[in-house]
């Protein structure tokens, strides 16, 4: 019987994905573990191993297209004596879909599910699944503010498609008892393009569709702050000792090819912070604490349209050079979205430096589940006065920790934060 292949999960919290490039095609003889496609997920392209052998008897996602879920069935495999007549009528008709750009869409499952639909393009869900509909039925059926939940899909294994929502009516809502206090006015919401869009009839403007990454941003980004309690703790640190430091060690390093950076020591000295300061390790994970044994420490880095945080595990045991060295490797692969999903995923703390782009200060958002994240800031020349309480100068950069406060109180956050300052004032003793 022809085996099916399916849309691969390439992470733990991929829903969907583009299939980029076929590395087959129909009529070709694959082995397992040939490369069959490169997939693109929200945060990198990978490639797409075959796990059985055969024949690949029918392609039914092109490349090329975007938003195929994961399971969907993308290609089918003849085994030893099929031919292309074995493909159930079921699996030759699963591309019959259409998006709203033309493109076929792969099928999905439909699932029960209940709520009000939203101008979003989220699907509604009830008891975690979800209500499968093409994007071009979702904003119809936000337009004409259809319940999803009450239409009957009749794409491919019950997928929401435009027919089913053109011809259906919303319901009138229940009235309102005269003795409610009447709702304020709602503004338009920003993910509803047509309202946005209606407010700057007239001007002009250049619409930028939103790729993967930046849909997952939005998501992770809304989420932290509308769940995530943060709250803020600020130090400046004197750096004069460690450009000092680190100035020594570069010449010593120099003929290795290693040159250290402060964002290295900045590394180092949270993740001896954090074995300083132990129940700041930790993570949220929803009904409970996992206070981690090793400090795994992401540094978020910016590329074009987004930004990764690769992480760096086991960051306390490693030495400044090895630290350095790993950093710039996983950066160079960041930028250009060669990731593997583990090498961005985990950790319990994150830095977010942007005093190389000459801010002085702000603050970061937390990376859920991290129980905290550090916003560095540009070491300046500034005046200060010193223990002996005399005016000097010295370089001082400003740090701000957030910090989740259902994993982190105050006073142990202050505690984190202290470690990090007396770890980056005193430099050598991170060596020790």
């Not at 390790?281 to 409970?288: E, K, L, P």
Request: proline letters at 5%; glycine letters at 8%.
């Amino acid at each position: 019987m022809p085996t099916e292949i399916l849309m691969p999960a390439l992470s733990p919290t991929m829903e969907e994905g583009t299939l980029a490039k076929w590395l087959v095609k129909e009529g070709d003889t694959v082995e397992s573990g040939d490369l069959l496609a490169e997939i693109e997920t929200d945060k990198a392209t990978m490639e797409f191993e075959a796990v059985d052998e055969g024949v690949i008897g029918k392609i039914m996602i092109a490349e090329g297209t975007a938003n195929v879920a994961v399971n969907s069935v993308i290609a089918v495999l003849l085994e030893d004596g099929e031919s292309a007549d074995d493909i159930s009528a079921a699996s030759a008709a699963a591309p019959s879909a259409k998006s709203d750009a033309g493109v076929e869409a792969a099928p999905q499952v439909a699932t029960e599910a209940s709520g009000p639909a939203t101008a979003a393009p989220a699907a509604p869900a009830k008891d975690g699944n979800r209500i499968f509909a093409t994007p071009l039925a979702r904003r119809i059926a936000a337009d004409k503010g259809l319940d999803l939940t009450q239409v009957a899909g009749s794409g491919p294994r019950g997928r929401i498609i435009k027919a089913d929502v053109e011809g259906a009516t919303a319901t009138a809502p229940a009235p309102v008892a005269a003795t409610t206090a009447p709702a304020p006015m709602a503004l338009p919401q920003s993910a509803d393009a047509a309202s946005v869009a209606r407010m700057y009839e007239g001007r002009a403007y250049e619409e930028v569709a939103l790729d993967g990454m930046r849909k997952t941003i939005a998501a992770r980004l809304t989420e932290a702050k509308q769940t995530v309690p943060h709250f803020y703790l600020r130090r400046d640190i004197q750096l004069d000792a460690l450009l000092a430091f680190r100035g020594q060690l570069n010449k010593q390093l120099e003929h290795r090819g290693v040159k250290l950076s402060v964002n290295d020591f900045i590394i180092k000295a949270c993740a001896l912070a954090l074995q300083q300061v132990p129940d700041a390790n930790a993570v949220w994970a929803g009904d409970r604490v996992l206070k981690m044994k090793a400090s795994d420490v992401a540094v978020a880095v910016a590329i074009e349209g987004g930004l990764f945080t690769p992480v760096l595990q086991d960051s306390e045991v490693k030495t400044l050079s090895a630290l350095s060295s790993e950093m710039k490797d996983l950066a160079s692969r960041a930028r250009d979205r060669k990731l593997a999903p583990h090498e961005y995923q985990g950790g319990s703390f994150a830095i977010s430096n942007l005093g190389m782009m000459g801010i002085d200060n702000f603050d970061a958002v937390i990376n859920p589940p991290h129980g905290a994240i550090l916003a560095v800031g540009a070491g300046k020349k500034k005046p200060v006065v010193n223990t002996d309480g005399d005016l000097s100068v010295a370089t001082v950069m400003s740090v701000t920790l957030s910090v989740d406060h259902r994993v982190i109180d105050g006073a142990l956050g202050a505690e984190l934060l202290e470690a990090i300052v007396q770890n980056l004032e005193n430099p050598m003793a991170m060596l020790a």
